[in-house]
């Protein structure tokens, strides 16, 4: 049984960060792509970053130069620094990674961003 478990979602105002935790538990023998994607309610989950496990990473144009995502192989962790936060950026965040060989979701964290 594997697992994503997603942490440090939260309230906060216009112009503030967040840090997003992802770690991946169980019995792992394989862990490439690690990302985080959003979704509100009623529109589509979106991409927002994703990290290799080389370390390269790739970004929604929406959040470029303000969010940042990293990881830590030996904690079978990534993270996303969030900065200069908007009110659009209110959403539940969504970790996912090819996970032993399957695409898998962690259960998601709500952020919510103040004007």
């Known amino acids: 049984q594997v697992q994503l478990v997603e942490s440090g979602g939260g309230l906060v105002q216009a112009g503030g960060s967040l840090r997003l935790s992802c770690a991946a538990s169980?019995?792992?023998?394989?862990?490439?792509?690690m990302g985080w994607a959003r979704q509100v309610p009623g529109k589509q989950r979106e991409s927002v970053a994703d990290?290799?496990?080389?370390?390269?990473?790739s970004y929604a144009d929406s959040v470029k130069g303000r969010f940042s995502i990293s990881r830590d192989n030996a904690k079978r962790t990534v993270y996303l620094e969030m900065n200069s936060l908007k009110p659009e950026d209110t959403a539940v965040y969504y970790c996912?990674?090819?996970?032993?060989?399957?695409?898998?979701w962690g259960q998601g964290t709500q952020v919510t961003v103040s004007s």
């Open positions: 996912n990674a090819y996970l032993n060989y399957r695409v898998r």
């Open positions: 169980g019995s792992i023998f394989s862990l490439d792509r």
């Open positions: 990290i290799t496990s080389g370390g390269s990473t």
